[in-house]
């Protein structure tokens, strides 16, 4: 029986490198399928990190626009945190769902 196997399938070389091969693909802790996901996950997270750095640009020029004018910090307060001068009635108008 063993004679009727093709030679190049009872080489001892292609057997250990093939199963070497189906192991590190399939069923080693860094297989195929879980570098596919960290790598997947590695990109979402580079993408949120874009996205952050872009935001913190954004309040940082925000925040050095409100503390250049006196004016513009004013109305922030006012708008955000519904702050007043000690003579004024602040009123909130809430529209009604349909």
């Known amino acids: 029986m063993y ?7 009872r080489n001892f070389y292609l057997i250990t490198s093939f199963l070497f091969l189906v192991w590190m693909l ?4 860094n297989d ?3 570098q596919y996901q960290m790598n997947k996950t590695l990109s979402n997270l580079e993408e949120e ?3 952050y750095l872009e935001k913190m640009e954004e ?10 004018d006196p004016k513009l910090l ?4 006012r708008e ?3 702050m007043k001068r000690p003579n004024e ?9 349909e």
């Not at 004679?3 to 399938?9: A, D, M, Q, S, V």
């Open 3 to 9: 004679k009727r196997i093709p030679k190049i399938f």
């Open 26 to 29: 399939f069923f080693d802790s």
């Open 32 to 34: 195929f399928i879980t």
């Open 49 to 51: 990190k874009e996205h």
């Open 59 to 68: 309040v940082q020029k925000d925040r050095k626009e409100l503390m250049s």
């Open 74 to 77: 004013e109305k922030f307060a």
């Open 80 to 82: 955000k945190y519904l």
């Open 89 to 97: 009635d602040v009123f909130i108008i809430v529209p009604q769902d």
